[in-house]
């Protein structure tokens, strides 16, 4: 597991990546800043890194942080989503989940926008 701190507007938050390759290509680009954009409550934003789907699911859990390709995005699910079925979040397509955001998370739910900053 490796370490990064992810900061969203004044919010800092504590994060662990998985050993996946996908999470390795991830942490090799880093500090990253960006604009973040939501869905429900997720906050997604595009990142250098173009890869496939490492180990592709839809079963995520909050405070999951997963890579989708697609888009070739990154994505903080903090609650439902509006793919959800059910109280969990639910992404729009596979991803790789990479890690995991750790804090109080529903302090996201109230945010209108989302500065990113994510540093090793």
Do not use: H
């Amino acid at each position: 597991m490796r370490k990064i701190e992810i900061f969203i507007n004044d919010l800092k938050f504590e994060g662990e990546l998985n050993d996946s390759e996908t999470s390795s290509r991830i942490y090799s680009v880093l500090p990253l800043k960006t604009k973040g954009n939501f869905w429900g409550e997720e906050i997604y934003f595009e990142i250098p890194v173009k890869m496939g789907n490492e180990k592709p699911t839809e079963d995520i859990k909050v405070g999951d942080l997963a890579y989708w390709p697609d888009e070739n995005c990154l994505c903080i699910f903090y609650g439902r989503t509006p793919a959800s079925t059910d109280g969990r979040p639910k992404p729009a397509s596979p991803v790789t989940i990479i890690g995991k955001i750790k804090g109080e998370l529903s302090l996201l739910k109230n945010l209108a926008e989302a500065k990113i900053k994510i540093t090793q």
